[in-house]
């Protein structure tokens, strides 16, 4: 599977971003699909996941309430509704992909990845 990821931009804080993350390959629709961000100087950190179906997901604690993933399985297309936008929420975003059935937050679980879209929060 590769994936592209799309989206990223400024926005101030209390604003709104869409995600996108497009998949060509094997059958997307039978992969789980992961959101993880990684701001400069720390780890890659789990966001949002989603099972193969759509019907399962599953998120940080961090973004909950603000952030909603989703998927077109059609399309071959997932992506991250991004709300309420803090300064903290600056980092570059990946999408990735697992063979698995439910969701995972583990990075080590995720078969594909991405390249980031950088999102920048100003204050």
């Known amino acids: 599977v590769q994936l592209q990821a799309s989206g990223g931009g400024l926005v101030q804080a209390g604003g709104s971003l869409r995600l996108s993350c497009a998949a060509s390959?094997?059958?997307?629709?039978?992969?789980?699909v992961g959101w993880f961000r990684q701001a400069p100087g720390k780890e890659r950190d789990f966001v949002a996941a989603?099972?193969?179906?759509?019907?399962?997901?599953y998120y940080s604690d961090s973004v909950k309430g603000r952030f909603t993933v989703s998927r077109d399985n059609a399309k071959s297309t997932a992506n991250l509704q991004m709300n309420n936008l803090k300064p903290e929420d600056t980092a570059v975003y990946y999408c990735?992909?697992?063979?698995?059935?439910?969701?995972?937050?583990?990075?080590?679980?995720?078969?594909?990845w991405g390249q980031g879209t950088l999102v920048t929060v100003s204050s």
């Open positions: 390959g094997r059958t997307f629709s039978t992969y789980a």
């Open positions: 990735a992909a697992a063979d698995t059935v439910g969701v995972v937050s583990s990075a080590l679980r995720y078969d594909y």
């Open positions: 989603i099972n193969w179906n759509g019907r399962s997901t």
